[in-house]
C-alpha cells in the first residue's frame, strides 16, 4: 500500500513538473519560431504557432546590417577574455591559494571572496569614473580589464585543487621541476574538469553581461550583442527582426548549454553543496 | 630571508588576479565611499561632508525605492523559494535520467540573457497582442495593464524574475536532498513516518544550511535588480518600479549627479550586508546540533 501511494505521488509530480517545465520553455521556442516567420506573424492573435510558411527573411535583413557583425564580435571578444582570463588567471590563484603557504593567505582569500558579497551597483559609479579617468571607456581595455577575474572562479579552482594529492607535488620538486612546470604540466592537465567549468562559465557570464557594456561603451560600434539588442528593441517596431536578433543571441549559449550540461550542474553545486 | 623565498611562489602566482582585483574592485568600492562625500561638478569636485545623505535620506523617492526594493526582494526570495523547494522535492524521486531532464529544464531559463528573457516577456505582457491577456480573454477575464498599470507592473516585474531564475537554486536543493544519508530515511519508515513526517522532520531540518546559503544569495541579488526594470519598465509607470537599483543608474548616468548615486550605492551595500549578517545569524543559529 505505502508503495502504491508513493508511486501515485510520483506520477502526479511528475505531471505537474512537465506542465512547468513546458510553460518555462514554451516562451524560447515561440521566441525560435517567430524569428522564422514573416514580422507580422509576431503581433497576432492568437498566436501562430503553425509550422506553416516559415523563412529566413528576417535573418537575412538582420546579417544584412554591419552592426549585428560588429556586435557579435565584440561579444565573442568580451567573452572569449572572460574565459581565458577566468581559466588562467583564477586557476593560478587558486591553487596559489589550495596549495602554497604564505603569511596572509587567508585574509587575502576572505577578502576576494567577500567580493562576491558587495552589490555591484557600489562598483559601478566609481569604476566608470576610473575608467574615465584612465580614458579607456569605450575600448575593449574597459570590457576586458574588470571581467578577467571573477572571485567565484578563484573559489571554484581553489575547492578543486585541495583534492590533488600534495606528493604529486614534492615528487616533481625533486624530479628538479620548477614551479611554473609544476603548475602546468602537472596542476593543470589534473585540473582539466574544473577549469572546463570555469571557463564555459566565464563565457556565458560575459556573454551575458549587460549592464557594464551599457555603461561602459558609448558609440553603437563598441556595443555587445546585449546592449545592441536592448537599444533594437527599444527603438524598433519590427518584431521579426528583433526576435531574429533574440535567437541569434540566445543561439550560442543554448549550444554551449547542451554540449556542456553536466559542467553547468556541477559548477552551481560545487560551490554551495559541501560534499 | 628564507621564509620569504619560501613564500614567494605562492605571492607570485596569485599576483596578476590580486593586481586585477585590487585596482577594478577593491579600488572601486573605496572610491565609492569618496565619492558619496563629494560633490562632482563640470570643473570638478569638492567635499560636501555629508551633505549628499542627508540629501538621499530626506528624498522621498529614495525611501519609495528602497520599499519598491523591498517588495520585490521579499517576494522574489520567498516565492522563489518556496517554489524552489518543491520542485525539488518533486525531482528528487526520480531516477537519475529523469532527474537530469528535469533539472536541465529548469536550468536553461536561467542561463538565457536577462535581455532576450525580457524581450519575450514583453511580449506576454503585450497588452493588445500578448499571450497573457489573450488567455485571460479566453477564460473571459478583462485584460491586465501587465506594465501599464501602477499597480500590477511591480509584480509583472517579480513574475518574470521568479518563473527565469530558480535554475541554481533547484539545482542546489536536489543535490543537497540527494546527499542525505538514505539511513534516516529507512530508519523513519520503519518507525512508521508518513512522507510528509519524513519531509517535515528530516529533510527540511537537513536542508537547512543548504537554505541559508540560498536565501542569503537570494537576497543580495534581488536587492540590486536593474536589468529587468530596465529593459520592461524603465522604471514606471509613475515611478512604481524604480528600485534602487535603477535610482543610482539614474542619477548616476542620466542625472550625472555622481555624489546622490554613490552615497545610495554605500546605503544599499550597509543594507546588503546587515541583512546578510542578520540572516547568517538568525537561520544558521542552532546550525550545531
Known sequence: ?275 | MYRLRKALPGYLFLLPSCALFAVFMFTPIFRGLQLSFQQWTVSGYEWVGFSNYETVFSDAFFWKSLGITGIFTVITVAAGLMLSLAAAFAIDPFKEKTQNVFKAAFYLPSVAPIVIVSIIWLWLYHPSFGLLNYLLDLAGLKPVLWLGDPQVALFSIILMTVAVSQGPNILILVTSLGGIPKDYQEAARMDGASLWQEIVHIKLPMLKPTMTYLVVVNTVGSFQVFAPVYMLTSGGPNRATTTIGFLIYENAFKKFDFGIASAQAIVLLAIVMIVAIFQFRTMAGDLEY
Request: proline share 5%; charged share 10%.
Open chain 1, 1 to 275: 500500500m505505502a508503495i502504491r501511494r508513493i508511486d501515485g505521488l510520483r506520477l502526479i509530480g511528475f505531471i505537474v513538473l512537465s506542465l512547468a517545465a513546458v510553460t518555462l520553455l514554451f516562451p524560447f521556442y515561440w521566441m525560435a519560431l517567430q524569428s522564422f516567420k514573416p514580422p507580422t506573424s509576431a503581433i497576432q492573435t492568437p498566436p501562430d504557432l503553425s509550422w506553416g510558411g516559415l523563412t529566413i527573411a528576417n535573418f537575412k535583413k538582420l546579417t544584412a546590417d554591419n552592426f549585428i557583425w560588429i556586435w557579435t564580435s565584440n561579444s565573442l571578444i568580451v567573452a572569449a577574455g572572460g574565459m581565458f582570463g577566468n581559466v588562467i588567471l583564477c586557476s593560478m590563484a587558486g591553487y596559489s591559494f589550495a596549495k602554497k603557504d604564505f603569511p596572509g593567505k587567508r585574509i587575502l582569500f576572505w577578502a576576494i571572496v567577500s567580493i562576491m558579497m558587495t552589490s555591484t551597483q557600489v562598483i559601478m559609479v566609481p569604476l566608470f569614473m576610473q575608467m574615465r579617468d584612465m580614458h579607456l571607456l569605450n575600448t575593449y581595455w574597459a570590457l576586458l580589464l574588470p571581467i578577467l577575474v571573477s572571485p567565484f572562479a578563484v573559489f571554484l579552482t581553489k575547492q578543486f585543487m585541495h583534492t590533488i594529492p600534495g606528493e604529486l607535488i614534492a615528487a616533481a620538486k625533486i624530479d628538479g621541476c620548477s614551479e611554473w612546470r609544476i603548475f602546468w604540466n602537472i596542476i593543470v592537465p589534473i585540473s582539466m574538469p574544473v577549469l572546463a567549468m570555469v571557463g564555459i562559465f566565464g563565457f556565458v557570464t560575459q556573454w551575458n553581461d549587460f549592464l557594464w557594456p551599457l555603461l561602459a561603451t558609448e558609440s553603437r560600434n563598441m556595443r555587445t550583442l546585449q546592449v545592441g539588442l536592448a537599444s533594437m528593441q527599444l527603438q524598433n517596431v519590427d518584431y521579426g527582426l528583433v526576435l531574429a536578433g533574440a535567437t541569434w543571441t540566445m543561439a550560442p549559449i543554448a549550444a554551449l548549454f547542451i554540449a556542456f550540461q553536466r559542467f553547468f550542474v556541477k559548477g552551481i553545486t560545487i560551490g554551495a553543496v559541501k560534499g
